[in-house]
């Protein structure tokens, strides 16, 4: 069935970028799994009608197949790609297990930490995960437009957070100096990523207010603009979002 319509439809895809934790083939091999299982899990289908090869070989048996109508179906079923960024992690080989309790979580045989000699990737936010990594933005970026077939890309989350602390005044916890650096490397990263052929049409920051995040609840802030949990829910503009005013207008 042939389906119209006037409009752009797309897929919104959340991607860390990896890299090798030491200078070693396996370990070069392992950040290859990773973005597989992370990204071309949902890109490969997309681009070529089928799962990443190393998805194939790993997971075996455990992964559906394509019918020969399936692939052709998915193949380019996209007009955009959407792409949420936030950190990178060191990707590290893992040797096969014994076949035991094997899943997701173990098939890429990749160990992914933030650390590398107890030494972070990059400055750790509010949120254990997030390391602030703006190379990694670029990298991933190039890698969709080399591997992808250059898709039209909008960004449609990129941020980093706060600790809600309660204990700050109100003017302490508008004070965002992290937040405004992230962006402005960031946004650094992204140019150049254009100027190298990216095909980036859009970007939304994340977020425009703070807001109940995941597992975090609201024990992290993500906003440019702060929200009083304990008074009505009235919003006030941080560092950050006088500082995007003024990049907006330049």
Known sequence: MQVEQKGNIGITLVSHWFVPFSRSKSNDDAARRAIDFML??????????????????????????????????????????????YTTNYADNLPQSNGLN??????????????RNGVPIGPQAAS?????????????????????????VYITENGVDEANNKNLSLVEALKDDTRIEFYHTHLLALQSAIRDGANVKGYFAWSLLDNFEWVNGYTVRFGINFVDYNDGLKRYPKSSAHWFTDFLKK
């Open 40 to 85: 071309g899990w949902f890109m490969d289908p997309f681009t070529r009608g089928e799962y990443p090869l190393s998805m194939r070989a790993l997971v075996g048996n455990r992964l559906p197949q394509f019918t020969k109508e399936q692939s052709e179906l998915v193949k380019g079923a996209f007009d955009f790609i959407g792409l949420n960024y």
């Open 128 to 152: 254990s995960w997030l390391f602030i990594y703006p190379r990694g933005f670029r990298e991933l970026l190039l890698y969709v437009k080399e591997n992808y077939g250059n898709p039209t």
């Open 102 to 115: 094997v899943s997701y979580s173990t098939d890429a045989r990749a160990n992914l930490t933030g650390f």
